[in-house]
């Protein structure tokens, strides 16, 4: 049992065991069809809203938010979905279908001759690459079905949602700091954050056994080997750590 201190961002506790942060893959190797890839799309299309409304809720920048209601409204636009659905009733796979919307509309404002217009190509190609990030997260999001504590580098405003939040139970982030985006979101969550953890957060190895306080900043570290030890002595540890370490 370790413990190591960092900087509490935020209040409240959370345990569970530790996953180490790793950026989607690029690569998407399976495909969804027909209705599996329209339910899938539903799904990453809601994943995509509540990511950007988290962004905007965090906007001092007046334009900033003006871009991504914007972005959130093309992602809404019935006409969007409708040419994305069309896609994939023809026997285009999710991702190709995604594509193929994604370069149309980029032609088209591309091709506008006034440059207001034309410079939103940009935007356009970034509110469907969000479509395509969640569906890779999807996988990831779906094999996570038990508590744990995010482990990363640092905390973006969307790292959150890479997870299933409904077993997320806190944050150790190496650098960070009060008022970056990620830490924000956290906190508007409830979820308990630890920054600053500098070097001491290589000693956390993937699937190591975490207690963190969000509020003074302590992070209590168990070596992987509590998985194979039976339910009794994993609650009583649990009870000490919380006792002892973080009151």
Known sequence: MLSLQGVGATTGKGSGIALIYKKTSNKLHEKYYHETAKEL???IQNQSMAEID???SICKCEEEKDILIAHKLMLSDSEVIKSLEKEIDSGEDLLK???????????LFKAMDDEVFSSKALDVEEVFQRLIDNIKKQNKIKS?????IL???????TTIYDYPIEYLRGIVVKHGTFFSHGVIIAKSKNIPVVIGLGTDIDKINQGDYLVIDGLSGKVVLISEWWNHHSLFIVITLKRHINSIYLS
């Open 41 to 43: 799309l539903s799904e």
């Open 54 to 56: 988290s962004l905007i």
């Open 97 to 107: 279908a995604i594509k193929n919307v994604q370069g149309n509309y980029y032609n």
């Open 144 to 148: 996570i079905n038990k508590s744990f």
């Open 151 to 157: 482990v990363c580098d640092d905390l973006l405003p």
